[in-house]
């Protein structure tokens, strides 16, 4: 049986965190309108995989995620 629980977020913390991936997604567009060049990023997991397996992997993801969205 899991030991985990059911977590709701609130709606506000949704669209808080959805806005804040909207502006790296604008200040990135307005770096390359300026200088015509992309920005680039590189999302490294380091550590014990075995032991913390679940939590940087889900991080790393997270990040991947945003940047990947806000086109860097």
Known sequence: MSKRK???VPKEKIEA???FIE??????????NKTGKKKSW????IGCQMMIWNMMNKNSSICTGILSYSNI
Request: hydrophobic residues 25%; contains cysteine; charged residues 40%.
């Open 6 to 8: 059911q977590v709701e």
């Open 17 to 19: 965190q959805e806005e």
């Open 23 to 32: 502006r790296i997604h604008r200040m990135n567009e307005d770096e390359f």
């Open 42 to 45: 590189l999302c490294h997991t």
